[in-house]
């Protein structure tokens, strides 16, 4: 795993309570300087980290919900500072206008560099949350190129292609893939799709899920790191336990798209026959009355 | 494996021979007899199961192609109405214009249904083969919705897309995946996007792989077939050689895009996000003169 020209990654796969706010960061906190004593300059958080996941409704989020410069995303802005990294992870954010989102924040010694709003939501969550819609932010770190979104997220193949066109060379992904179950010898359906996301579009994908138990719902405990083939290149760790998943990459691989000598996958796609949507684009807007 | 309520789905992992015409439509027909002998009524072979792979140059394509409706196809369509069976399977095929092609066929009792021209070419295919421009066909047969694609088609999400977007129930795929290097106890990056096609748009996949060197190149021989969460039902064959793979499936299971109960792996796509593609298309069409 180690790469003399890479950046160690790491995924913090902890285990956050749900609603204490005070605890779940000190155990973020704790997990981050974990991951920095060992190496790594990139450090990734499951979502909602500090909130916990299983909420009754919208008034519980609301409750543990905070603006993007709140405690959370500043206690990260304090360890990325002190320590000279970035720290991606998820929190339960109110935003401007009040509305509640599943968001990720990515930090480093500068600040908050971006918020991402999770645009695809998963079950109950869009009785708790607003999606967002905006595409994954694609940060210039002193790392590399770094692209943020929120798990059910990655299970759009045209989502994950924007970042990559957009030249990200990693995605880091908060996550919390409820318990699955797998066939013998395979791997769950969720580490299948980002596996598959990170080779067609040869970019790094690091993903931390969360792992315990909340309200009678448990967890993959998938965290995972995929390379450019495809390949899990650490995790999921076998027992869906706490970890810390490291993998040095080495990121500029990720802005050489060939798979053969005549083949890039970014290049080679074929835009314009992806449609329907074009096409009833290009209709709509020909057409204003229709 | 059995499913009462499933059709009998079958990859033929077979060895063409380069330029040898008539021999490699009789391993076809055999194969394909096998597979029927077997309860099988959907059943796939390779891509150009009939010409062979590593053309030299565009000549000797030339030399190797029909039309489509010639010796091949018409042999399927032969098989399809003495066996009741759907056939799909890839052929070297000069069209009315006289441009070659890298095609599948999907046959019936009714005849030929369906002539796919693979829309992304592989590496030195681009010297020979004129790149299809038409969406995969979804046909409906007596056995259920199929479409069809070729090879290093599966690599680009937004295509498979389409066809699952279309109603297709299953997608067969002829392919000739040349080999790879593959981390122990995992599978090829094929193999994993194949997964991943078929979870993210809970769509079954078979893909049929060919097997044997031919002209020093060597094959995954890595068949699959995928089910609804991505797993792998079977395949591929762990020595990569002669093999034809079945697998029951219930076809209509594939109409059901639920994922949770409030989530569809179709309905939640948000496509008026996925631009910069729409974005580009209404300004061109707004401006004209842009």
Redesign the interface.
Known sequence: MWDPDGVRVACCQIHPRFGELDANRETGARAIEAAVERGARIVILPELASSGYMFRDADEARALAEPDDGPTTQGWVQLARRHGIVIVGGFCEIDADGRLRNSAALVDPEGVRAIYRK??L???E?EVFV?G?R?PAVVDTEFGRIAVMVC?DL?????V??PA?AGAQLLAAPANWPA?QV?PG?VA?EV??V???A??NRMFVAVCDRTGAERGVDWIGGSVIAGL????LIGPPEDGGLAILFADLDLAQADDKHV????D?LA????E??????AE??LS??DPAG
Request: proline share 10%.
């Open positions: 645009a695809h998963w079950d109950r869009s999606p819609d595409p059910y299970e759009f193949p045209e989502w292609r924007l066109l699955v066939q395979q359906g299948v799709r596996q598959a996301n080779c067609v083939d495809g390949e899990r053969s000598e005549r083949n996958v080679d796609r074929r835009p026959l992806y449609g329907p949507l074009v684009a290009l807007a020909r």
